[in-house]
């Protein structure tokens, strides 16, 4: 396949960045002009919740890595302060899906962020999200690694 046929590339979380691929089933993402960025998947049958369909963790855990996507593939490391999903049908497992999100609005480091999944075809709306992103600068995880080294040292004081 000539390398103007490749899907775009996906930008993988630290989990995913270890088995090479999105366990998600993200298979190709794309930032526009407009700044929406759009995402092609599928939801594997690992992620069967009831019959056929994908379990609604594995929605929510898809809408957020969308919301998130809007900062990052504009170059702003922000992490999730919240994230309102809202299931409208069931998402087929198995089947191609589409998926869009956009900041709305910003006040601030906070970055307002919609996002919508659909089924593929016919273009059924099945799962909407609202995201609040906080931006973060590239300590944010240092920090957080030394605050829970913290808590884990005083959790061990307290059980002697």
Same mark, same amino acid.
């Given at each position: 396949?000539?390398?103007?046929?490749?899907?775009?590339?996906?930008?993988?979380?630290?989990?995913? +960045? !270890?088995?090479?691929?999105? +366990? =998600?089933?993200? @298979?190709? @993402?794309?930032?526009?002009?407009?700044?929406?960025?759009?995402? +092609?998947? !599928?939801?594997? %049958?690992?992620?069967?919740?009831?019959?056929?369909v994908a379990h609604g963790g594995w929605t929510a855990g898809v809408l957020d890595e969308l919301v998130g996507h809007v900062a990052v593939l504009s170059g702003q490391l922000a992490v999730t302060g919240q994230l309102d999903v809202?299931?409208?049908?069931?998402?087929?497992?198995?089947?191609? &899906?589409?998926a869009r999100a956009w900041r709305e609005s910003q006040q601030g480091s906070r970055w307002y962020v919609r996002a919508v999944l659909h089924l593929e075809a016919g273009g059924a709306e099945l799962a909407t999200a609202n995201?609040?992103?906080?931006? %973060?600068?590239?300590?944010? =995880?240092? +920090?957080?690694?030394?605050? &829970?080294?913290?808590?884990?040292?005083?959790?061990d004081d307290g059980a002697a």
């Amino acid at each position: 396949m000539p390398a103007d046929d490749l899907p775009p590339p996906v930008y993988l979380c630290g989990g995913c +960045r !270890r088995t090479g691929r999105c +366990r =998600f089933g993200i @298979e190709s @993402e794309h930032l526009d002009d407009a700044g929406v960025v759009t995402y +092609r998947l !599928r939801c594997d %049958r690992v992620h069967e919740g009831g019959l056929n369909v994908a379990h609604g963790g594995w929605t929510a855990g898809v809408l957020d890595e969308l919301v998130g996507h809007v900062a990052v593939l504009s170059g702003q490391l922000a992490v999730t302060g919240q994230l309102d999903v809202r299931f409208v049908k069931p998402v087929p497992v198995d089947q191609p &899906l589409v998926a869009r999100a956009w900041r709305e609005s910003q006040q601030g480091s906070r970055w307002y962020v919609r996002a919508v999944l659909h089924l593929e075809a016919g273009g059924a709306e099945l799962a909407t999200a609202n995201g609040i992103l906080v931006e %973060r600068d590239h300590g944010h =995880f240092s +920090r957080h690694q030394e605050w &829970l080294q913290e808590q884990l040292a005083e959790a061990d004081d307290g059980a002697a």
